[in-house]
């Protein structure tokens, strides 16, 4: 099972402004406080294609656990080691072609995937209008859970049954009681639903840092907005020595 999640913005800056925006929307809390979540990021590769002129940039993000605190509580401990207290990675592509005035991005987990993969992809561009004062953002997020898939292997097709007729009749206490209840397809739908609930509250959260961000870039300019990240990491390096 499959689940799809697509919204749609628009924000009121110039398309270079909002690009610049997003390389810059987890550079500090202190610029972007919808980014305390985020404990690193690091640029694996860069570089523009000569022939295209488009920048092609690849990321990774470490940040608080990917997986909603209630899809942790959905699973067994066995599952997810006991505690929610956990740090995931998220793998960044971005494609920028300034000529054309569009950006594409994608955001995908590295850890759980197993138990949910989410991948979020945007679409930035000037709108068709040619409103240079704004940008447009497509954003499309897929969730994927495919433990289902695996407990039905693992249980065999013919074991799956008998244990959903079985709890049907009687409730079962044990772990695998839970799991024969809910069934394979009724975990995936929780955990998607779940998982689909929280994106979009992140979504909007995202949203507003962005916002933020532009607005610091609008008053202060690159400059200013550069020498605000330099005070918020030297205040960081002086708070940890």
């Known amino acids: ?3 799809t999640h697509t919204t749609n913005h628009t924000y009121n800056h110039p398309f270079p402004t909002v690009t610049l925006a997003f390389f810059l929307r987890y ?15 690091d640029t694996i590769s860069t570089h523009i294609d000569p022939e295209t002129g488009r920048l092609h940039t690849t990321r990774i993000h470490q940040k608080k656990t990917r997986l909603p605190p209630a899809v942790m509580k959905l699973l067994p401990s066995t599952l ?9 990675y998220i793998l960044e592509t971005s494609v920028v072609d300034m000529r ?19 991948v979020e992809r945007q679409t930035y561009a000037i709108p068709k209008t040619k409103t240079l004062d704004n ?5 499309k997020v897929v969730f994927r859970s495919r433990l289902g898939e695996r407990i039905r292997d693992r249980l065999g097709t013919h074991q799956h049954n008998q244990a959903q007729a079985a709890a049907a009749i009687a409730p079962v206490q044990q772990e695998g009681g839970w ?26 959260k995202s949203r507003e ?17 550069l020498e605000l990240r330099k005070l918020a990491r030297e205040r960081a390096m002086e708070a940890a020595s």
């Open 80 to 88: 997810t080691g006991g505690t929610t207290d956990k740090s995931s």
């Open 209 to 225: 840092g962005m916002r933020i961000i532009l607005e610091r870039l609008r008053q202060s300019g690159i400059i200013g907005v």
């Open 135 to 139: 940008t447009e953002v497509e954003t």
């Open 100 to 118: 054309e005035g569009w950006m594409t991005t994608e955001s995908r987990n590295l850890n759980f995937v197993g138990v949910l993969s989410v």
């Open 179 to 204: 799991f024969a209840r809910l069934g394979a397809r009724g975990i995936q739908r929780s955990i998607e639903s779940l998982a689909s609930t929280k994106t979009q509250d992140q979504l909007g």
């Open 27 to 41: 550079c500090s809390p202190q610029l972007n406080p919808f980014a305390s979540h985020v404990l690193s990021t």
């Open 1 to 3: 099972m499959v689940l």
